[in-house]
């Protein structure tokens, strides 16, 4: 009889009540939730990590592209190089693609898109012909006021933008361009412009294309432009950002 209770005993002491079994799901639920908790707040932090370095790498390459479009400002005759209207910064460029032909109308601008502004980028297809190029540089203009579905598909969205401002070095100040009287254009005649294309190609003698092509009128071209863009609250990159580009011949871009 003695031997037989200590059996029981020793039978009861090795399994578990429905309680213990109980108060240990509930710990392992709790201490699930827990780890859970602590495995969706490592995700969320990634994910808004990498959102900011996604945000802070498509600015600095919107402004990396600002100043290579600047620095291959291009020179035709009887065509500004670079203009501003206070809605739109055009500006004709040179191919990227070393020993490419043609030219290309660069625009950038600002547009409410759904509810929020945006700073946006333009770019033609390239372009050989004088008539090309007048038609790109009145479609860059349009596409600053009221986009067509085609001009929508040639625009790269850079950044959220709340508004921006420009101004032009001349004469050793920064002005608004819109108080300048200079145009960017070339200093040619119409006879010579007229046998001439663009993008170094040429349909007429030697020398009328040298007459075209002519040379800057002075001051006509700013030797910098300062970019002052305002960013709005809640983005990776908030506040005010200034960027200056000189000329190349002057040192280069800042």
Same mark, same amino acid.
Request: cysteine-free; overall charge negative; proline content about 7%.
């Given at each position: 009889m003695h031997a037989r209770q200590v059996s029981c005993g020793q039978h009861r002491q090795a399994g578990f009540t429905l309680v213990e079994l109980l108060v /240990?799901?509930?710990?392992? =639920?709790?201490?699930a939730a827990l780890s859970w908790r602590g495995l969706d707040g490592m995700v969320g932090a990634n994910e808004r990590l990498t959102a900011h370095a996604d945000d802070v790498l498509t600015l600095q390459t919107g402004l990396a592209q600002w100043g290579a479009d600047l620095d291959a400002l291009a020179l035709q005759p009887n065509?500004?190089?670079i203009d501003w209207d206070g809605r739109a910064l055009?500006?004709?460029r040179r191919d990227s693609q070393s020993g490419a032909q043609g030219l290309h109308v660069v625009a950038w601008s600002q547009r409410l898109i759904g509810s929020s502004g945006y700073w946006l980028r333009w770019q033609s297809p390239p372009l050989t012909t004088r008539?090309?190029?007048? /038609?790109?540089?009145?479609? =860059?203009?349009?596409?600053?006021?009221?986009?067509s579905?085609?001009?929508?598909r040639l625009e790269v969205r850079i950044a959220p933008l709340m508004s921006w401002q420009l101004f032009f070095y001349r004469g050793g100040a920064w002005t608004n361009p819109l108080s300048s009287a200079d145009t960017g254009?070339?200093?040619?005649?119409?006879?010579a412009a007229a046998s001439a294309s663009v993008g170094g190609t040429s349909t007429g003698s030697t020398a009328a294309n040298s007459a075209a092509l002519g040379t800057a009128t002075p001051g006509a071209m700013p030797d910098g432009v300062r970019l002052r863009l305002t960013l709005p609250a809640g983005q990776a990159v908030s506040g005010v950002l200034t960027r200056d580009w000189s000329s190349p011949a002057l040192g280069g871009s800042q």
């Open positions: /240990a799901l509930a710990l392992m =639920a709790l201490m065509t500004p190089s055009r500006l004709l008539a090309e190029l007048q /038609a790109a540089w009145s479609q =860059a203009a349009r596409w600053a006021q009221n986009p579905d085609e001009d929508r254009t070339v200093a040619t005649t119409p006879a």
